[in-house]
């Protein structure tokens, strides 16, 4: 059973193979509250995954680890599963979704275990790892629906309040359930009296749907940039464990995610993958009632591929008005890119892209531009816009 003894004692078996991730103050990214973000991107495998899969192994009997052990994941459950079975010297088999991105299957296969690449979402990669369990005898280490791996999570709790009195607040991104139920059990058995929020994907809204109509739902599909938490179905035991600890959760976009993920670059020079930046995201956008309040954000893991990265920060800039691209009707004469540079110049905007593009126009002469610029907010482009518009622009 899960118990406050065994989150303690998770606390103690994993004071050798952890990082205790300390806690920021962040500053620009949430005004109306006091945040600050609990930074386990930090932590050795780059993600929260390792503490409770760690504690887990700990846990195991002789004969156990001495037939190795199976685990399906996303990714950052993987390298936690890797790394602590190599340090336990026990043989590891990790099953990942072949959607799983290329970083996270090499540095799984860093840490020391063997890697089965499964076609489908965690879903598929989970069936795949049961039924090799059965076949091989491996013990099977759940990424979330496990007390011994929630007891793991909940050290996070201890941690924050070992650093933090008096907080009104913990945010934490939801998947499984796992670390939301670990912390949130931890956090009411010590101080009821802090609020611990949830936050899920709106592209997986799983453990919202179940809590919402009071019973487990298994989504058709998942599609969202948080890859650690698209999960189709949480577990029963972090279910019942949300159900009666979590006091609110909500959903956030993946346009809203990739905003947090550029806000935590730019302020914090932190680097989050989707799921991470999950619980900012809902604070940022002012998803929970946190005015005047001193909120922790836990940003969950960091291991977001470089290629991936990339594509989040383009949406970001577009969803936060750094970037912008107008489309501009013109008669095709010489002099109008010289008209139209001059107008955004002189507004602050940095043009960095010009396509001239030929179409259907309503003249015979007509023609469209298409200015790519960098810009302050939206405030900004409407600004530029309007200037364009006087100057005796069409902007289509």
Known sequence: MLSLDKVFNAQTVLKSIIRETNVVRAYGIATDCELYLKPENLQITGSFKVRGSAYKIAMLSDEEKAKGVIACSAGNHAQGVALAATKNGIKSLICLPDTAPISKVEATK??????????????????????????????????????????????????????????????????GGGLISGIAYTVKQIRPSVKVYGVQVAGAPSMYNSVKNGGIECLNSVSTIADGIAVKKPGENTYALVKEYVDEITLVTDDEVSSAILALIEKQKMIAEGAGATAVAAVMTGKFDLKGKRVVAVVSGGNIDVTSLSRVIDRGLLNSGRSTSLLIELIDKPGQLKDISRIIADCGGNVTGVHYEKGNTESVNGCFLRIEMETRDFKHVNLIMQTLREEGFKIV
Do not use: M, S
């Open 110 to 175: 860093a840490f020391g275990a063997d890697v089965c690449l499964v076609e489908g979402c965690y879903d598929d990669a989970y069936q795949r790892a049961l039924e090799l369990k059965e076949i091989e005898g491996y013990t099977f280490v759940h990424p979330f629906d496990d007390e011994n791996v929630i007891a793991g999570q909940g050290t996070i709790a201890l941690e924050i309040f070992n650093e933090l009195d008096d907080i009104d607040a913990i945010v934490v991104p939801i998947g």
